[in-house]
């Protein structure tokens, strides 16, 4: 299967696509059924390839070679070190193809090229190799025990792993979920979001040539309700770790409950304020408020969808706003010049522009954007509410896409308040110079992270993840490493005590 520019009239080159098919013990095969699914390029809605479809019977036949690899096979077994080193070479392939999986994700997700090639990608191979430097340095503790028992800890894999991926980084997630289960020694089966899968088929190609044995890391391709929900169930897993909606974070508890409660670990949804107070530059506010909302077409769990900004500033940083989101060009994600891509596909484009729809409805007032751009693709401009009252649907709801609500405050109190004023607890962003604001406001804001001056600032070592309805258990840092390990106590009598 390939896909050329003969079906769009874009002037960029696109990939051509190598693998379609499901990965499974170290090879490529087709589903079960024979079954394929369509992957649509959002700048056309025109399908760019077919790809095997998963189901219950091949997440099984996943499952099974992921267990053999985990109850028998050398990767859990071997050193630190020597896991540590292949997930090097694994980090070195992904940046000599930094090119074609940059492409692959743009065409498949609609994320600019430019960016995946500079930032997105290397970034994967940054994450392997923060992971691997970890792998030799798991240890446990010798305790010190109230008699006389010699007692000590060992942190031990957890075991199979399910990774349930989101279309809206399909790299970068790919591998914050998968770089620390393998550095802790489990084996995994990824399901890619059925809007993306492209990408990560070429992750598990490169896995196979750096040497990962077989069974550590299985590509299931397919829907949701069908493959993901298999891997939620299935007894023979150990741990999912799912990053989505928190509809469907719900169902991956329920289906962890009533199966073997296996352990899961969820990062859902957000609806993250950034809050903006009177000492700040007006200029530089405005430039963080538009990047933490439009960055990746508004499609980030911890975008800084709600914008609260002092009273004292409100009016020339609403003007700068306006002027600045100009600047936020919308167009075909290959184009050096394009700053927005489209939207991942029609579901997510038709719930924007329907949450728009409300907005106005509602009362809030359009500052700027409020339609789709272009007449084919998913193309949404870029969208700024003013008027907004807190309990309107556009200011509780996350909305997955390019439409900020912006809000006024007068004290430091009302901020917080506000700024709680959520289900969710994702992420939060801090504007001012005055270090008593940043304290008092980054300590009295129930979220994962918290970013002063500056946002999306992602780090290996810094963990993030949700307090309230936007899930538990972190991403990233050690803490990401440890949720893949489990503690086993290891305790014996010393001297011939009576024991
Ligand atoms: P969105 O609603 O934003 O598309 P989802 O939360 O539906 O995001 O999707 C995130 C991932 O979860 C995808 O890989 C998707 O296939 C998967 N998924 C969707 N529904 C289920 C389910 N019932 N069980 C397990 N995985 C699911």
């Known amino acids: 299967a390939s896909h050329s520019n003969e079906n769009s009239d874009s002037p960029f080159k696109v990939p051509t696509i190598k693998f379609t098919k499901l990965f499974i013990n170290g090879e490529f095969v087709d589903a079960v059924s024979g079954k394929t699914f369509e992957t649509i390029d959002p700048r056309t809605g025109e399908v760019i390839t077919r790809v095997a479809e998963g189901d219950k019977e091949d997440v099984d036949l996943a499952v099974k070679a992921a267990r053999r690899a985990f109850d028998e096979g050398p990767w859990p077994r071997m050193s630190g070190a020597a896991r540590g080193s292949i997930m090097l070479k694994y980090a070195d392939l992904i940046n000599e193809h930094i090119e074609d999986l940059a492409a692959l994700d743009a065409l498949d997700a609609g994320k600019l090229f430019n960016w995946g090639k500079a930032v997105d990608i290397p970034n994967v191979a940054n994450l392997l190799r923060y992971y691997a430097g970890a792998a030799d340095k798991i240890h446990g503790e010798v305790l010190k025990m109230s008699r006389e028992l010699h007692g000590y800890t060992l942190r031990e894999p957890i075991g199979v792993v399910g990774n349930i991926i989101p279309w809206n980084f399909p790299s970068t997630m790919f591998f914050m979920m998968s770089a620390p289960a393998l550095a802790a020694g489990c084996t995994m089966i990824v399901k890619p979001a059925e809007q993306t899968p492209l990408s990560a088929l070429f992750y598990a190609d490169l896995a196979k040539q750096a040497g990962l044995p077989d069974g550590v890391i299985n590509v299931v391709t397919g829907y949701g309700p069908t493959a993901g929900a298999a891997i939620a169930s299935h007894m023979d897993v150990d741990k999912v770790c799912f990053t989505g909606s928190t509809e469907v974070g719900r169902k991956i508890m329920q289906a962890a409950a009533t199966s073997n409660l296996k352990q899961i670990s969820l990062e859902l949804g957000g609806k993250s304020p950034l809050l903006i107070f009177d000492d700040a530059d007006v200029d530089k506010a405005a430039d963080l ?126 901020a917080i308040t506000k700024a709680n004023n959520t289900k969710y607890g994702l992420a939060a962003g801090i504007v001012t110079k005055n270090i008593d604001i940043a304290n008092t406001v980054s300590r009295s804001i129930r979220a994962g992270t918290i970013w002063i001056n500056c946002y999306f600032a992602f780090d290996c070592d810094c963990s993030y993840g949700g307090y309230k309805m936007s899930g538990f258990g972190r991403h990233l840092g050690l803490e990401a490493l440890h949720k893949f390990l489990q503690v086993k106590s290891i305790v014996t009598p010393i001297y011939n005590s009576p024991w």
């Open 289 to 414: 408020a538009l990047l933490g909302i439009l960055y990746n077409k508004g499609e980030i769990c911890v975008a800084s969808s709600r914008v609260f900004v002092q009273e004292g500033i409100f009016d020339e940083f609403e003007k700068k706003l306006k002027e600045k989101a100009k600047d936020w060009v919308v167009g075909d994600p290959f184009d050096p010049r394009s700053r927005l891509g489209p939207q991942v596909d029609k579901r997510q484009f038709d719930k924007i522009l329907s949450y728009i729809e409300h907005g106005k409805r509602e009362g809030a007032s359009l500052l700027t954007g409020g339609k789709p751009a272009g007449n084919k693709g998913y193309f949404i401009e870029p969208t700024v509410f003013t008027d907004v009252k807190e309990n309107m649907k556009i200011a509780t709801d996350e909305i997955f896409g390019p439409v900020m609500s912006l809000m006024k405050f007068k004290t430091i109190d009302e």
